[in-house]
């Protein structure tokens, strides 16, 4: 079955009872026992949900992965993974990584006992890296905020060679461009509320894992932690699905289209996109993408806090905003957004300065995207 085909009818049978062709919504939290432990398969709607089952279903079919857990947020999701280690337990991390994410690492699980190691991403560094403590490496390809591209095989080869398992949040990338369980990877994390939902109207997380051991081990923890999502989001996410194919080919049509615009912009110094030929990790991206995303970055000349709000005001169609992956085009400024939880001194060292803007480009009419950041470029302050 071909990818698009998944997103439309993996999990997704007609229902049984009903022959509904959508999935129904079962919005209940409890089912009826005929005796003790004897049931249909659902007991508790904690533990499992015939809507969050189509949804796990079809999510490892479209990450090519044998088992898939769904959460009520991407940080659930992660919350769970390293919830499988233990307290003296390494964990080495690239450390262009997602502003919640390093929160996660620093203030909750480190005051338990991990440890954490930052990286610049590159598949030697990883090596050199490792410890016998090291129980996980930790990566996200393209990478927030900066779209850096690691060669995930590559770092996968260097881990499993020293015992070790890789993580990689698929989040910007979307299985339709990148699958990294096919390329050596052991488990992928998602934030469903971006591409997977599509529709910036709901939160939710996802793992996708082939090592049956490892999946029992987080499927305890989904249920003993209960950060599950409820029957209706996933009744979302897998509308949203059904559109994933025709949504995530126009978001990279219009990136494209913008990055380039904004590459010759004089009031841009820098354009961070994966599909530009001039961008270092172009290569690598085609190799191991299918497709450059709906992600660019980008930095202002000048740039600071009053350039950037000046830019952000005279925008009329794109809106300011955390989150990303929806159809609606949504900037932010990472610095004091999605990456604040970091201190500014490791924040400026990896590139996630006060002049970084960063755009989720949106499925609306590029020309119109391309005349709304022109004009909002247009800001009143001297070059």
């Known amino acids: 079955m071909k990818f698009t085909t998944k997103t439309i009818h993996a999990g997704q049978k007609p229902d049984k009872a009903t022959g509904a ?4 919504i079962y919005q209940t939290s409890t089912y009826k026992q005929d005796e003790i432990n004897v049931h249909k398969g659902f007991e508790y709607s904690r533990s499992g949900n015939p809507t969050r089952q189509a949804l796990e279903e079809c ?13 009520s947020s991407g940080l659930a999701a992660e919350h769970a993974v390293l919830s499988t280690l233990k307290p003296g337990d390494h ?38 890296a490792v410890k016998p403590e ?19 095989s590559g770092v ?29 990877a052991d488990l992928v994390v998602h934030s469903t509320t971006k591409y997977i939902g599509g529709h910036s109207d709901l939160i939710g997380g996802a793992l996708i894992v082939n090592d049956e051991e490892w999946y029992a ?12 999502p409820c029957a209706f989001d996933c009744w979302l996410m897998l509308r949203g699905i059904k559109t994933l194919s025709v949504r995530m080919k126009q978001h990279e049509e219009n990136a494209l289209r913008i990055a380039t615009f904004l590459e010759s912009h004089q009031r841009i110094t820098q354009v961070y996109y994966p ?7 172009h290569n690598l991206a085609k190799k191991q993408m299918t497709g450059f995303g709906g992600m660019i970055s980008f930095k202002l000349l000048q740039g600071d806090e009053k350039a950037a709000n000046s830019f952000f005001k005279k925008l009329k169609i794109v809106s300011l905003a955390e989150s990303l992956g929806g159809v609606e085009s949504l900037i932010c400024y990472p610095s004091a957004m999605t990456h604040a939880s970091m201190p500014e001194e490791q924040r400026n060292a990896i ?25 909002g470029l247009n800001y009143s302050r001297t070059i």
């Not at 919640?100 to 991403?121: A, D, I, M, N, W």
């Not at 490496?137 to 995930?152: H, K, Q, V």
């Not at 081990?217 to 599950?228: D, E, H, S």
Request: aromatic share 12%; hydrophobic share 45%.
């Open 21 to 24: 062709v959508t999935v129904p």
């Open 275 to 281: 599909g530009l030929p001039s961008n270092p990790f």
């Open 351 to 375: 590139g996630v300065t006060k002049d970084l803007i960063r755009l989720s480009v949106g499925i609306e009419d590029v020309e119109d995207l391309i005349e709304d950041v022109s004009q």
């Open 134 to 152: 090291t129980k996980l490496f930790w990566i996200e390809s393209p990478t927030n905020p900066l779209l850096r591209i690691i060669d995930i």
């Open 217 to 228: 081990k987080l499927k305890f923890l989904q249920n003993a932690i209960g950060a599950v």
């Open 156 to 184: 996968s080869a260097i881990a499993h060679k020293n015992n070790i398992k890789v993580v990689v949040d698929n989040t910007f990338a979307s299985p339709f461009f990148q699958q990294p369980l096919l390329l050596g």
């Open 91 to 128: 964990v080495i991390a690239a450390e262009d990584m997602y502003g919640g994410t390093y929160r996660l690492f620093e203030q909750v699980f480190k005051p338990y006992g991990l440890q954490f190691t930052y990286v610049s991403g590159n598949t030697g560094d990883f090596e050199k």
């Open 59 to 71: 999510l490892a079919a479209l990450e090519n992965g044998r088992f898939a857990l769904t959460f």
